[in-house]
């Protein structure tokens, strides 16, 4: 049972940035992908980004790329998104994934990642 643990969201003007972090600390990732995904009110959940925990193969939405990036630390079973010149259509709960069906659905679709965190609120105000 992979339990992962958000943290970093919060209200931020735009133009800031934000870290988001996800641990799983009883667990190690490897083997897996981990991704973000967000969730707009009334929309469904969009990929954001991914990392590949083997390789470190990184994946981006096209609206974040330059903006964010996805890392991985594999001492402490973490994985963060950086967040930078955020914008209030950023807005939106942040949700941290993990699986190891990337190669079946694809690293962008919600499908592959068969465990989820409890989702961290990013609220961006211009």
């Known amino acids: 049972q992979v339990t992962l643990v958000e943290s970093g969201g919060g209200s931020v003007q735009a133009g800031g940035s934000l870290r988001l972090s996800c641990a799983d600390p009883?667990?190690?990732?490897?083997?897996?992908?981990t991704a973000w995904f967000c969730q707009a009110a009334g929309k469904e959940r969009e990929f954001v980004a991914a990392?590949?925990?083997?390789?470190?193969?990184?994946y981006y939405a096209d609206s974040v790329k330059g903006r964010f990036t996805i890392s991985r630390d594999s001492a402490t079973n973490t994985v963060y998104l950086q967040m930078n010149s955020l914008k209030p259509e950023d807005t939106a709960v942040y949700y941290c994934?993990?699986?190891?069906?990337?190669?079946?659905?694809?690293?962008?679709?919600?499908?592959?990642?068969?465990?989820w965190g409890q989702g961290t609120q990013v609220t961006v105000f211009s």
């Open positions: 990392i590949t925990w083997s390789g470190g193969r990184t």
């Open positions: 994934g993990v699986g190891d069906e990337l190669l079946r659905f694809g690293v962008r679709s919600p499908a592959a990642f068969g465990s």
């Open positions: 009883g667990r190690t990732f490897s083997g897996y992908g």
